[in-house]
């Protein structure tokens, strides 16, 4: 058998070919049209849908146009102004550069394409039917450029088949939409579907484009990237902490040199960034710009891949997540009252099935209204907050036990229920104008601290707080090799587990660095000789089994260094104050202060928040004061 003789494709199917991997869906039509806008130098990019896409996408931009002999060229593979030479291919700086996109797109739909530039007194315009391409024309059209892709894939039903429903498709291309939208915030934007504006977006700072595209929530609760820059590497932008948002978005947008990147690498780095302040079951949100020598990255990896090749990858890997450790560790930017915040975390506390639904709701309005839909976050919580205080006696002991800080305190549950009272002082000497944290007023069932602050109270979880400062504080002197160990007057006989008698043995060194002095003293016995002075605590043994477990999870891996955040984490819980500890004033006012001296102080180191504030305007609102 033989076969057939080899001839060479026709041009019209090498680009449906290509269009089959760079041209998707409308969306990724989308996506290469307002790029190629971007690249022209647009101030204004206005992009209008109909049916999701799929019947048409139409852009107009004020870019720099297309000259009358570039219009045939545009719509030839491998045709771009942007490469000259392949020196080029090694430092670009624009969006695209195949020259294949408007090729591509051009041969699978019923396109057009006008221009005109400032030397022109008029434009010109082409037109594509699927691929079979027309005259230049004069036509009358502004200074920049037109494309109107429509019924993209129409007759080609092997592609048109994997479109999805409208819905669908336009939620890919409003996704397209915000992504370039967010990283050009000096350009003007605006988005139709169906004749209905959806976006309307002049030129604004950053943070106003993050509050139109996501939301009051990401415009005033954020952690900024503080001019981070090294070896030619710049990282700017917002993170944000779960704990402070309300909504159920995740906001996670990464741009290289301007470039939407979604990249394991990056992903991994910025995870790492967010270590030891994220409660396990939520996400880092992030809106970063990482700027970098074109040189030293290859983003050529394929067209329509959102990864990349770093060269110093290591490097790169470690710039990010310091720059964003570091930026977690400021206190949030909280520009708003705090009703929000306080909204949320009682809402998760003390209601969350029953509220969630309504925060959807209130959230996926308000992006498809803008710019006249507002979230009103006032009127819903006060009445939220009411209720679920009212409701406060009949919290069971089940729900009692899921907001508390730590698994071992289960106890507690029930004496929170058993205890009514609060201990309240009127040691109110402290300068509150100076103390961001205010000063102690009481300690409310054993469990939380009251704080009168300038603005109004601070209700302080006095646990998870000063767990947290026993570990930054454990961190720090392992980090410059100072923990100081305490000898026990009287060495402590325990039994463990032979197994754990094992784990002792192999990491003995590491657990002398953390400051403890173990013995083996039988087949299933240990003498602790010596703990960290840190951890002055009641339940000696308990600790050391804790941490033992620890060591023992971990192999025979790089225990220390690996695993330092989570083995540090376990001490410094035996030490934190346990709940139903009768404090002073003066000491709550001490753990105060160390919590404002203290990294990172607004998390418990399961990530969840430790304090809530409540202005007095929130009060004011709640008994509707001055209405
Ligand atoms: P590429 O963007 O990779 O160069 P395209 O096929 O997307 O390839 O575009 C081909 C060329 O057409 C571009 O290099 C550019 O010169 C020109 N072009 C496309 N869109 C525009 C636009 N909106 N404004 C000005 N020129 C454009
Ligand atoms: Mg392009």
Same mark, same amino acid.
């Given at each position: 058998?033989?076969?057939?003789?080899? =001839?060479?494709?026709?041009?019209?199917?090498?680009?449906?070919?290509?269009?089959?991997?760079? #041209?998707?869906?409308?969306? /990724?039509?989308?996506?290469?049209?307002?790029?190629?806008?971007?690249?022209?130098?647009?101030?204004?990019?206005?992009?209008?849908?109909?049916?999701?896409?799929?019947?048409?996408?139409?852009?107009?931009?004020?870019?720099?146009?297309?000259?009358?002999?570039?219009?045939?060229?545009? &719509?030839?593979?491998? !045709?771009?102004?942007?490469?000259?030479?392949?020196?080029?291919?090694?430092?670009?700086?624009?969006?695209?550069?195949?020259?294949?996109?408007?090729?591509?797109?051009?041969?699978?739909?019923?396109? =057009?394409?006008?221009?005109?530039?400032?030397?022109?007194?008029?434009?010109?315009?082409? *037109?594509?039917?699927?691929?079979?391409?027309?005259?230049?024309?004069?036509?009358?059209?502004?200074?920049?450029?037109?494309?109107?892709?429509?019924?993209?894939?129409? $007759?080609?039903?092997?592609?048109?088949?994997?479109?999805?429903?409208?819905?669908?498709?336009?939620?890919?291309?409003?996704?397209?939409?915000?992504?370039?939208?967010?990283?050009?915030?000096?350009?003007?934007?605006? @988005?139709?579907?169906?004749?209905?504006?959806?976006?309307?977006?002049? $030129?604004?700072?950053?943070?106003?484009?993050?509050?139109?595209?996501?939301?009051?929530?990401?415009?005033?609760? +954020?952690?900024?990237?503080?001019?981070?820059?090294?070896?030619?590497?710049?990282?700017?932008? +917002?993170?944000?902490?779960?704990?402070?948002?309300?909504?159920?978005?995740?906001?996670?947008?990464?741009?290289?040199?301007?470039? +939407? #990147?979604?990249?394991?690498?990056?992903?991994?780095?910025?995870?790492?960034?967010?270590?030891?302040?994220?409660?396990?079951?939520?996400?880092?949100?992030?809106?970063?710009?990482?700027?970098?020598?074109?040189?030293?990255?290859?983003?050529?990896?394929?067209?329509?891949?959102?990864?990349?090749?770093?060269?110093?990858?290591?490097? #790169?890997?470690?710039?990010?997540?310091?720059?964003?450790?570091?930026?977690?560790?400021?206190?949030?930017?909280?520009?708003?009252?705090?009703?929000?915040?306080?909204?949320?975390?009682?809402?998760?506390?003390?209601?969350?099935?029953?509220?969630?639904?309504?925060?959807?709701?209130? +959230?996926?309005? =308000?992006?498809?209204?803008?710019?006249?839909?507002?979230?009103?976050?006032?009127?819903?919580?006060?009445?939220?907050?009411?209720?679920?205080?009212?409701?406060?006696?009949?919290?069971?002991?089940?729900?009692?036990?899921?907001?508390?800080?730590?698994?071992?305190?289960? %106890?507690? !549950?029930?004496?929170?229920?058993?205890?009514?009272?609060?201990?309240?002082?009127?040691?109110?000497?402290?300068?509150?104008?100076?103390?961001?944290?205010?000063?102690?007023?009481?300690? @409310?069932?054993?469990?939380?601290?009251?704080?009168?602050?300038?603005?109004?109270?601070?209700?302080?979880?006095?646990?998870? *707080?000063?767990?947290?400062?026993?570990?930054?504080?454990? =961190?720090?002197?392992?980090?410059?090799?100072?923990? /100081?160990?305490?000898?026990?007057?009287?060495?402590?006989?325990?039994?463990?587990?032979?197994?754990?008698?094992?784990?002792?043995?192999?990491?003995?060194?590491?657990?002398?660095?953390?400051?403890?002095? @173990?013995?083996?003293?039988?087949?299933?016995?240990?003498?602790?000789?010596?703990?960290?002075? &840190?951890?002055?605590?009641?339940?000696?043994?308990?600790?050391?089994?804790?941490?033992?477990?620890?060591?023992?999870?971990?192999?025979?891996?790089?225990?220390?260094?690996?695993?330092?955040?989570?083995?540090?984490?376990?001490?410094?819980?035996? /030490?934190?104050?346990? *709940?139903?500890?009768?404090?002073?004033?003066?000491?709550?006012? !001490?753990?105060?202060?160390?919590?404002?001296?203290?990294?990172? *102080?607004?998390?418990? %180191?399961?990530?969840?928040?430790?304090?809530?504030?409540?202005?007095?305007?929130? &009060?004011?609102?709640?008994?509707?004061?001055?209405?």
């Amino acid at each position: 058998m033989q076969l057939p003789r080899i =001839k060479k494709l026709p041009e019209i199917l090498i680009n449906r070919i290509a269009a089959g991997e760079v #041209v998707e869906r409308p969306a /990724s039509a989308l996506k290469e049209i307002m790029e190629n806008s971007i690249d022209a130098h647009a101030t204004k990019i206005v992009v209008e849908l109909l049916n999701g896409g799929i019947r048409g996408v139409k852009l107009i931009d004020n870019g720099v146009g297309i000259c009358y002999d570039d219009m045939p060229l545009a &719509l030839d593979r491998h !045709a771009t102004s942007k490469i000259v030479e392949e020196d080029d291919l090694y430092k670009i700086a624009t969006l695209g550069f195949r020259g294949e996109g408007l090729a591509s797109i051009a041969s699978v739909s019923n396109f =057009k394409l006008s221009s005109k530039i400032a030397e022109d007194k008029h434009g010109y315009t082409i *037109a594509s039917h699927f691929g079979v391409i027309s005259e230049v024309m004069p036509s009358a059209i502004n200074l920049g450029t037109q494309v109107e892709v429509n019924e993209l894939y129409h $007759n080609i039903p092997a592609r048109k088949k994997f479109l999805k429903a409208e819905a669908t498709e336009y939620g890919h291309c409003k996704g397209i939409f915000e992504r370039i939208a967010l990283s050009n915030p000096n350009i003007e934007f605006e @988005l139709k579907h169906n004749g209905k504006v959806i976006y309307s977006l002049p $030129n604004q700072p950053l943070l106003e484009r993050i509050e139109a595209l996501f939301g009051q929530d990401y415009s005033h609760h +954020y952690f900024e990237i503080l001019e981070m820059s090294i070896n030619g590497l710049n990282l700017s932008g +917002y993170v944000y902490h779960p704990s402070y948002l309300s909504g159920t978005k995740t906001v996670q947008y990464f741009y290289l040199n301007g470039r +939407y #990147v979604r990249d394991r690498v990056i992903q991994n780095a910025i995870k790492q960034g967010f270590s030891g302040v994220l409660h396990h079951d939520h996400q880092p949100q992030y809106v970063l710009f990482l700027e970098i020598n074109p040189n030293e990255v290859d983003v050529n990896v394929h067209p329509t891949k959102s990864e990349v090749k770093f060269r110093e990858v290591g490097s #790169v890997h470690n710039f990010i997540s310091s720059s964003l450790r570091k930026a977690l560790a400021q206190n949030v930017k909280d520009t708003t009252t705090s009703s929000n915040v306080l909204q949320q975390h009682l809402e998760n506390k003390f209601s969350r099935t029953e509220n969630f639904g309504n925060q959807t709701n209130s +959230y996926s309005g =308000k992006s498809d209204n803008y710019p006249s839909g507002n979230i009103n976050s006032t009127s819903g919580g006060n009445h939220s907050i009411a209720s679920n205080w009212n409701d406060r006696s009949n919290v069971n002991s089940k729900m009692v036990k899921q907001w508390l800080p730590n698994d071992e305190l289960t %106890n507690f !549950a029930r004496d929170v229920n058993l205890q009514h009272q609060a201990l309240f002082s009127d040691d109110k000497n402290e300068d509150t104008t100076v103390l961001p944290l205010g000063s102690a007023i009481a300690q @409310l069932h054993g469990v939380y601290i009251l704080s009168q602050t300038v603005e109004g109270m601070i209700v302080v979880d006095m646990h998870a *707080a000063h767990e947290r400062i026993v570990l930054e504080k454990l =961190k720090k002197q392992v980090a410059t090799k100072s923990i /100081s160990s305490q000898s026990l007057l009287i060495p402590i006989n325990a039994e463990i587990k032979e197994q754990l008698i094992e784990v002792l043995n192999t990491h003995r060194e590491e657990l002398e660095r953390l400051g403890f002095e @173990l013995s083996v003293v039988g087949e299933k016995e240990i003498m602790i000789r010596a703990i960290p002075s &840190l951890l002055d605590t009641g339940r000696i043994e308990k600790l050391v089994f804790d941490l033992l477990n620890e060591f023992s999870k971990y192999g025979n891996s790089n225990v220390i260094s690996d695993h330092l955040e989570e083995i540090l984490s376990t001490m410094a819980c035996h /030490s934190a104050v346990r *709940a139903n500890r009768q404090l002073s004033i003066p000491e709550m006012n !001490a753990l105060l202060r160390e919590m404002e001296d203290t990294d990172r *102080a607004n998390y418990c %180191n399961h990530g969840r928040p430790t304090w809530f504030k409540m202005t007095m305007k929130d &009060l004011d609102g709640m008994f509707m004061r001055g209405k």
